[in-house]
Every structure is written in structure tokens, then in C-alpha cells.
């Protein structure tokens, strides 16, 4: 069974930085089917949205919105996934959410980490 743990959120003030961390539970084997990592936000009233997705070939993908202040990158082994986030802003407010995708199509979605960001 695979599990997908969020950590790293917090209250922090605005301009403030924070690196939120991920990690996907499971065997080797599982491990090494991991295809991409990603990170998505839900802001209260709004819809889930996709900040940034890494692949196996380490290359990012952004959002637009994403673009500059956040960077998403890998750790070793490859079922760990970290988003760093600078100079927050109070509309970064949202839980966090991280999905990983398996070879097959197989997705797994944490329980999110809550980012507040005060003005």
C-alpha cells in the first residue's frame, strides 16, 4: 500500500520562504515505477490547481502562476519531491497538496500540508 506524506507547511509572514517535502511509501520496485512527482494547491472556495510537476528525467514543469518564486525539485532516492516557495504571498494561502504517478497510471494523492501566509 502506498502512502503519499506531506510535511513542511506552516503560518509564516509575507516574504517569507518554506520548503515543503513529500515522500511516497512503498518498495523498491514501487519506487522505481514512481513516473512524477508533483505539487497542487487549493486555496479556500477555489478548485485544486497544479503548482509545479517534476518527471523522471528530473525536468520541471510550472504553472504560470508558479513561475519565479517556486522551484520543485528531487531527492534521492526519487520518491521524494520538495517544493520550495520564497517570498510568500498572502494569496499562497492554501493546502498543499502532493501526487504521485506510477507507471500504469496508478495516482496517490497526500493529505495535504497547510500553508498560511499573513500579511
Known amino acids: 500500500q502506498v502512502q503519499v506524506m506531506e510535511s513542511g507547511g506552516g503560518l509564516v509572514q509575507a516574504g517569507g520562504s518554506l520548503r515543503l517535502s513529500c515522500t511516497a511509501s512503498?518498495?523498491?520496485?514501487?519506487?522505481?515505477?514512481?513516473?512524477?512527482m508533483g505539487w497542487y494547491r487549493q486555496a479556500p472556495g477555489k478548485e485544486r490547481e497544479l503548482v509545479a510537476i517534476i518527471g523522471r528525467n528530473g525536468r520541471p514543469n510550472y504553472a504560470h502562476s508558479a513561475e519565479g518564486r517556486f522551484t520543485i525539485s528531487r531527492g534521492r532516492p526519487q520518491n521524494t519531491v520538495y517544493l520550495q516557495i520564497n517570498n510568500l504571498k498572502p494569496e499562497d494561502t492554501a493546502v498543499y497538496y502532493c501526487k504521485t504517478s506510477y507507471l500504469g497510471d496508478r495516482t496517490y494523492w497526500g493529505q495535504g500540508t497547510q500553508v498560511t501566509v499573513s500579511s
Open positions: 512503498g518498495s523498491a520496485r514501487s519506487i522505481s515505477r514512481i513516473d512524477s
